[in-house]
């Protein structure tokens, strides 16, 4: 396991991807399979010139082949595959053949066109398949051995921990992707989602969908998908990254979009926000009661919407005085949106309550 970093300012830790594991257990392996030894630590190159050094869990080395694991470590960072072992198994390949890569235990094989890997590829991403035939290209010259090899990256357990990610919904069937560009995880860095949510809609529109819904969690999901007769393939997992999504809709347009949350989160979209999450924006409580002033509300609802603790409390004194405080505030987060996603998209706004029951409703 390599060392891990610690983060500037916030003292959190940051780790390793599993693409840089996967780059620095090749090379280990490589290295046995030339010289007959493992490097331990093994050090490799990182895209932006930082050269951590891991070392190894496991190493094995006979039969015209090497093979090592490296325990990934993710710093700070809530990721699934923290604490579980990348192995790669090199053998020599046929002159002149590169670097081919194969999908072993764990690792998933992409089944559906739109992600930046051919059908029936492992999924081993771009970035991380460079660091590796960069790390074999470097010790081939160093060794003055060819560079043609094939390599096997595995991560046991890695189906299991495949369904807590996005790899079902993305077609990716079997197991994990290696994933990575940087080869640092950033603790709670919000790229690796907005990078989930962009796969999402390639692959929704490689599929050809005249729809998709962004919810900002499971409860909206599973009512909006129950609205449209969604496939899961039209699901995205927006979370609170509502402008995450609809800015990449404007360069990258499906027909229609349905982004589906409870009120409060709504009420935020309503109000400009794009990032929905507490910490990074608040429900607008002066704007909730002006609204329940214009819908015709009593002095008593306004000035009670105007010091309401929740957007919930705000929303039941509504519901007291019939007023249609859900589908008003639907229509003007549905204003947002549509600036925000451009011409090419229409945009639906769909609030839902906790049980799942749609409350307000605009566009589409």
Known sequence: MAKTQETKGNHLRRGWTTGACATAATRAAYQALLTGQFPDPVEITLPKGQRPGFALAT????????????????????????????????????AGSGVRFLAGDGIGTVTRAGLPLAVGEPAINPAPRRMIEESVAALARELDAPGDVSVVISIPGGAELAAKTWNPRLGIEGGLSVLGT?????????????????????????????????????????????????????????????????????????????????FAKISKLAAGFLDLHSGRSSVDFERLSGLCKKLGGSNDLVEGARGANTAAEVLDLARGEKLALADTVAEQARATAQEVAGPQVVVEVAIFDRKGGLIGRAGG
């Open 182 to 262: 940087t080869g640092i995880v950033v603790p709670f860095s919000c790229s690796a989602w907005i990078h989930s949510i962009h796969r999402g809609i390639d692959v929704a529109r490689a599929g050809g969908l005249p729809r998709i819904a962004g919810s900002t969690g499971s409860t909206s999901e599973a009512a909006v998908q129950a609205l449209h007769g969604l496939p899961e393939m039209a699901l995205i997992d927006m979370g609170d990254f509502a402008g995450g999504m609809l800015k990449y809709l404007r360069g990258h347009p499906v027909p229609s979009v349905t982004v589906a949350g409870g």
């Open 59 to 94: 190493q094995s080395l006979g039969d015209g082949r090497a093979s090592a694991g490296i325990i990934k470590d993710a710093g700070d960072d809530p990721d699934v595959t923290h604490g579980a072992l990348v192995v790669a198994t090199v053998r020599p390949g046929p």
